[in-house]
């Protein structure tokens, strides 16, 4: 009976375990998890009374703007609803389209966890939920807060 009892344990554990959310620790958000190596990253981004969409090229240098032909504003201004269904901004400067959808309940997870997909045409990104830090603020004075954030 107790061996039962243990195994039955092990086996909800791995199943919690596996069938836990994809943490992952970056270099500037002391999050839970492992230690990625960081390259390109994308950032969606409340900035007080808009929001942006913001492309760097390394996400663990990103602590600042990244300059205009970085960043699209979707929606044409105004703070976007980001979270449910296919959305979508284009880069004015390059064309390149950034397209993403997050689960619609993605503010009501853990910091860090994985809530949806993006791809910009040229291959796909996975998007975490980010702890809203402060990346920049932009010319008015304005603090961009980083709300997700898309890996490769
Ligand atoms: C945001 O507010 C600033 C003033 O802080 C204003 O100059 C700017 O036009 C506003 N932007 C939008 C998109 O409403
Ligand atoms: C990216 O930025 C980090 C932090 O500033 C730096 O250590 C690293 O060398 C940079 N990587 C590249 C490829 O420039």
Not at 19 to 44: Q, T
Not at 46 to 68: E, I, K, L, Q, R
Not at 101 to 120: F, L
Request: one cysteine or more.
């Amino acid at each position: 009976m107790y061996a039962l009892t243990t195994l039955t344990t092990l086996a909800t554990l791995i199943t919690a375990t596996l069938a836990g959310p994809v943490v992952e620790r970056l270099p500037n958000h002391p999050g839970l998890g492992r230690i990625v190596k960081r390259g390109e990253g994308v950032h969606l981004v409340n900035c007080v009374n808009y929001s942006a969409v913001v492309y760097c090229a390394n996400d663990s240098d990103c602590n600042h703007f990244p300059g205009s032909g970085n960043q699209c504003i979707p929606d044409g201004g105004g703070i976007t609803h980001w979270e449910g269904g296919d959305k979508r901004c284009t880069f004015p400067g390059t064309g390149t389209e950034f397209k993403w959808n997050i689960r619609s309940d993605a503010q009501s997870q853990a910091n860090y966890v994985n809530v949806g997909t993006g791809n910009n045409g040229f291959h796909g990104f996975t998007i975490f939920k980010d702890d809203k830090h402060v990346m920049y603020k932009d010319g008015n004075g304005n603090a961009c807060s980083s709300i997700y954030y898309a890996l490769p």
